[in-house]
T-cell receptor, first 112, second 112 residues
Framework: SQQGEEDPQALSIQEGENATMNCSYKTSINNLQWYRQNSGRGLVHLIL?????REKHSGRLRVTLDTSKKSSSLLITASRAADTASYFCATDKNTGGFKTIFGAGTRLFVKA | SQTIHQWPATLVQPVGSPLSLECTVEGTSNPNLYWYRQAAGRGLQLLFY??????ISSEVPQNLSASRPQDRQFILSSKKLLLSDSGFYLC???????????FGQGTRLTVV
C-alpha cells in the first residue's frame, strides 16, 4: 500500500511562479524525503527532513513537515523550465533496515 | 565516491522467458538495497529490499524474485515473464544509517 500520497497529481505553471506540492502519509515516520525524476530516468534526491524538524531549505526549495497532520509540502520558488519533472515524496520506517515507500508523484510542467 | 550500476537500460522479452536484471554498487559497504517498479506515469512500487547478503524482504507477492549473492550485488529475476511484468525497474541503495537513496538509471522492460 502507498505510504505517501502527493497532490496535485499534475501542475502547470509559468516560469518565475512558485510551485507547491503536498504529500500526506499514514503512519509514523523517521524522516520524509523529496525526490525528482526526469522522464525515463532514475530519481535524484532533493531534500530530507527528519521527524523532529518542521522546515528545511535548500536553494530554491523549501520543505515543511507537520507530523500532527502527517503531511509535508515542497515549495519551489521562482520556477524555471528546467524544473519540469515529476516530484515524489518518500517516507521511511526503520524495520531493521530502512523500508522506503514512495508516493504517486506530482508531475510539474513549467512553461517558458 | 559511491556509484550504482544497473543494466541493461532496455529489454524486450517474450512472454514465458526468464529474466535477470543486475544491480551493483561501488564505493560503500553493507548498503541497504532496493528494487522498485514504476508503471508509466505512476509512482514507485517497492518490490524487494535487502539489509544484507542473502536477506531479502518481499513487499508484493508476484512473479518476481530477488537475490543478493554478494554485499553489493542485487539481482531481480523471473522464471517465466508475464505481460504484466512490463514496466520501468529501478534499483537503489542507502547507507545503514538511512539518509538519501541513490538510484540507478533504470531498466525499461517490455514483455511481448
Amino acid at each position: 500500500s502507498q505510504q505517501g500520497e502527493e497532490d496535485p497529481q499534475a501542475l502547470s505553471i509559468q516560469e518565475g511562479e512558485n510551485a507547491t506540492m503536498n504529500c500526506s502519509y499514514k503512519t509514523s515516520i523517521n524522516n520524509l524525503q523529496w525526490y525528482r525524476q526526469n522522464s525515463g530516468r532514475g530519481l535524484v534526491h532533493l531534500i530530507l527532513i527528519r521527524s523532529n524538524e518542521r522546515e528545511k531549505h535548500s536553494g530554491r526549495l523549501r520543505v515543511t513537515l507537520d507530523t500532527s497532520k502527517k503531511s509535508s509540502s515542497l515549495l519551489i520558488t521562482a520556477s524555471r523550465a528546467a524544473d519540469t519533472a515529476s516530484y515524489f515524496c518518500a517516507t521511511d520506517k526503520n524495520t531493521g533496515g530502512f523500508k522506503t515507500i514512495f508516493g504517486a508523484g506530482t508531475r510539474l510542467f513549467v512553461k517558458a | 565516491s559511491q556509484t550504482i550500476h544497473q543494466w541493461p537500460a532496455t529489454l524486450v522479452q517474450p512472454v514465458g522467458s526468464p529474466l535477470s536484471l543486475e544491480c551493483t554498487v561501488e564505493g560503500t559497504s553493507n548498503p541497504n538495497l532496493y528494487w522498485y517498479r514504476q508503471a508509466a506515469g505512476r509512482g514507485l512500487q517497492l518490490l524487494f529490499y535487502s539489509v544484507g547478503i542473502g536477506q531479502i524482504s518481499s513487499e508484493v507477492p508476484q512473479n518476481l524474485s530477488a537475490s543478493r549473492p554478494q554485499d553489493r550485488q542485487f539481482i531481480l529475476s523471473s522464471k517465466k515473464l508475464l505481460l504484466s511484468d512490463s514496466g520501468f525497474y529501478l534499483c537503489a541503495w542507502r547507507g545503514t544509517a538511512g539518509g538519501e537513496a541513490f538510484f540507478g538509471q533504470g531498466t525499461r522492460l517490455t514483455v511481448v
